[in-house]
Antibody, heavy 119, light 107 residues
Framework: QVQLQESGPGLVKPSETLSLTCAVS?????????WSWVRQTPDKGLEWIGE???????NYNESLKSRVTISLDKSNNQFSLKFSSVTAADTGVYYC????????????WGLGTLVTVSS | DIQMTQSPSSLSASVGDSVTITCRAS??????LAWFQQKPGKAPKALIY???NLQSGVPSRFSGSESGTEFTLTIDSLQPEDFATYYC?????????FGPGTKLEMK
């Protein structure tokens, strides 16, 4: 059974870069699925951030694209999110999830990690 | 972008009742609609994919249907553990937007 676990700082200063990692077990990120980031903020609710596949191909939410980078670390079976120039509006819970695009969709999620943007 | 709306935004029901939640997409999304259940402080849990298919381990009292750009989630014979917030999400076109949620509360 696949498990995903987010990790990273819980507090980030305004204008700095938020960096999170998602460790995957029970599935290989080098397989046929996509690996996604979703966040939940008080203002926008659940918001899809973007995804990456085994080739490193990415798809981003256009509204966030200028600030987002998702990357793979195949040696450690994990993937990462970098979110630059954060503001208080980026405060929320960040989830990583497995995306199975032609059927089950976002079928497995991490527990989520709360990120607060504050000086 | 495809916009997702849900109705009602909140709903009160009793154990044993049947309830239906509706999700509408602003444009055609084929059958690529998922439903999620979220309880306070927890991650969303996948319930239904491609509009009508139950994720593994999801009780059969949950069901989904679709008619064009309108999708419904029905929960038959509500159980105490079903009181939560429910979200739909389309994954036919980027960005994969979610609906605003429907909070199901105990009457």
């Amino acid at each position: 059974q696949v498990q995903l676990q987010e990790s990273g700082p819980g507090l980030v200063k305004p204008s700095e870069t938020l960096s999170l990692t998602c460790a995957v077990s029970g599935d290989s990120i080098s397989g046929g699925n996509w690996w996604s980031w979703v966040r939940q903020t008080p203002d926008k609710g659940l918001e899809w951030i973007g995804e990456i596949n085994r080739s490193g191909t990415t798809n981003y939410n256009e509204s966030l694209k200028s600030r987002v980078t998702i990357s793979l670390d195949k040696s450690n079976n994990q993937f990462s999110l970098k979110f630059s120039s954060v503001t208080a509006a980026d405060t929320g819970v960040y989830y990583c999830a497995r995306m199975r695009p032609t059927g089950p969709g976002l079928d497995s999620w991490g527990l989520g990690t709360l990120v607060t943007v504050s000086s | 972008d495809i916009q997702m709306t849900q109705s009602p935004s909140s709903l009160s029901a009793s154990v044993g009742d049947s309830v239906t939640i509706t999700c509408r997409a602003s444009h055609d999304i084929s059958i690529y609609l998922a439903w999620f259940q979220q309880k306070p402080g927890k991650a969303p849990k996948a319930l239904i994919y491609t509009a009508t298919n139950l994720q593994s381990g999801v009780p059969s009292r949950f069901s989904g249907s679709e008619s064009g750009t309108e999708f419904t989630l029905t929960i038959d014979s509500l159980q105490p553990e079903d009181f939560a917030t429910y979200y739909c999400q389309q994954y036919n076109n980027y960005p994969y937007n979610f609906g605003p949620g429907t909070k199901l509360e105990m009457k």
